[in-house]
């Protein structure tokens, strides 16, 4: 007989939800975390931190914004400790939620480092030296991932950062580079442009986050550029060093030279299964270092399975609790309806964007012909009062104007108003809903129904 019917290895999102969905299948459950605090990296170095930040760097913005009501400006050698305030709070208190939820659930937690001795056997070396062999019949790897580094970019912590460094440095730079276009770049971006760092990002693509539509993309880099920014694309970085003075050097091959007090390398993230010795279970990592899985979450091995960053994009908090989920009831053979594959992207930028279902680009490659409804924010009240003009919802529909396959936001509110589409796709709803339906005045929430409109007008008679 096993220790454990299911033993999930880290505690980040998906390691939480994949444990208590488990336990709640009645399983006896076993969560393995290495540090002192539960959440992972999500917790204490990626998304509460990154998002008190950009609370901070929220107010500042609109703090310069109202000129006329209030001179403000942050004085040199800010120390980041007062940008990330409250930060300590939020985490105890987040620690201490988790905690109570895994306990009530008769979850145990183990203290301590995993490794495979093979695909039901789990050695946990802990803390005080001690190693301990562990059964069970079912694996959910959530360990999260780490910064990926380039040969080229010699990452020193203190004057070259990576994702999980970037906030302990004592003071807010007056300059940051920042390699990359992807989600953590284009948020550290924009969140210290914000806070009045001239930020420089540059990466190899022609624009930041491609995986949207290009007036998502174009509004949030004019938001940028408009808060000083700058955006280098088409970039191939050949040498970054630290002069060993004040500045740190980044030299493009076509001659581009850009030089900066700090710089922040976002090259994406990479499987953190170090020591794991994941050949004993009869796996390995795929050509982008991270664990391949198919379709129900499994893994290479039948009885392991890995959800969240350990398995890749799109490495959101949201979509690796899901994952975590998903992959519990998949290991345990539990029923999951058809609707979880929807899951929304939330980009906590400035401004931020958010996605549900599919963009343009994807709609017309999967159904030919769709139909488009936009909306400005600039044309609602609510983004006239609270200055956040620059901001647009954007709706795809099936040619017949219909079916809503997907919906798309950038500005201010963004990750909170995209559910209102996600809702709407869950119950399977049509188009016209969104004109159906009554908003309260005045809200962004407004912005479905002019898209919505324009949908209709635009639909073929007889539809």
């Known amino acids: 007989m096993s220790d454990y019917d299911v033993v999930v290895i880290g505690s980040g999102p998906a390691g939480q939800k994949s444990a208590i969905q488990s336990a709640k299948a009645g399983q006896r ?18 998304t509460i931190p990154s998002k008190t930040l950009r609370e901070n760097a929220l107010r500042v913005k609109n703090m310069r914004q109202n000129a006329a009501l209030a001179d403000f400006h942050l004085g040199e050698e800010t120390e ?14 987040h620690d201490m939620y988790m905690r109570k939820q895994v306990d009530r ?58 994702s999980d460094s970037i906030l302990s440095m004592l003071y807010l730079p007056a300059s940051l580079t920042v390699l990359g276009g992807g989600v953590i770049a284009s948020e550290y971006a924009s969140i210290f442009q914000a806070l009045g760092v001239k930020v420089t990002m540059i990466d190899r693509y022609p624009t930041p986050l491609g995986f949207l539509d290009s007036d998502m993309t174009d509004t ?12 280098l694309g088409n970039q191939q970085v050949e040498k970054v060093i630290w ?9 493009c091959k ?7 007090q700090k710089l922040l390398c976002a090259a994406g993230r990479m499987a953190n299964v170090t020591g794991m010795q994941l050949e004993n279970a009869g796996l390995s990592l795929n050509e982008r270092g991270l664990i391949s899985v198919d379709d129900k979450l499994c893994t290479q091995v039948a009885n392991i399975y890995a959800a969240g960053d350990v398995i890749g994009p799109p490495s959101l908090a949201s979509a690796s609790m899901e994952q975590g989920r998903r992959a ?28 549900v279902g599919l963009t343009e680009k994807q709609a017309q490659e999967q159904y030919g012909n769709v139909l488009v409804g936009m909306a400005k924010f600039a044309e609602v009240a609510r983004g006239q009062i609270s200055g956040n003009t620059e901001g647009m919802l954007k709706i795809v529909a099936d040619a017949e104007g219909k079916k809503i ?39 962004l929430a407004e912005a479905y129904r002019i898209a919505a409109l324009e949908i209709l007008a635009k639909r073929p008679s007889g539809a």
């Open 29 to 46: 459950v076993a969560i393995i975390e290495r540090d002192s605090l539960f959440g992972g990296a999500c917790v204490h170095r990626g």
């Open 80 to 93: 980041m400790v007062t940008l990330i305030d409250r930060l300590d709070e939020v985490l105890k208190a």
């Open 105 to 162: 659930n008769n979850i145990e937690r183990i203290h301590g480092r995993a490794s495979f001795l093979d695909n039901e056997t789990i050695r946990i070396h802990k803390v005080s030296g001690e190693a301990v062999d562990i059964r069970t019949q079912k694996v959910i790897i959530a360990s999260g991932s780490f910064p990926r580094q380039s040969d080229n970019i010699p990452i020193d912590h203190e004057h070259i950062l990576d």
């Open 220 to 231: 949030f880099l004019q938001a940028f550029v408009a808060m000083g920014g700058t955006w």
């Open 243 to 251: 002069d060993g003075v004040s500045e740190v050097i980044t030299e």
């Open 254 to 260: 076509d001659g581009t030279v850009v030089k900066s």
């Open 328 to 355: 519990a009831c998949n290991a345990l053979g539990i029923k999951i309806g058809s609707t979880s594959q929807l899951i929304p992207a939330g980009i906590y930028s400035i401004p931020e964007l958010s996605s």
């Open 405 to 443: 396959l997907g919906v798309m936001l950038v500005g201010e509110g963004a990750t909170e108003v995209v559910h209102i589409g996600h809702m709407a796709m869950l119950c399977g709803a049509d188009i016209d809903i969104f004109v159906e339906s009554t908003f309260n005045f005045p809200t």
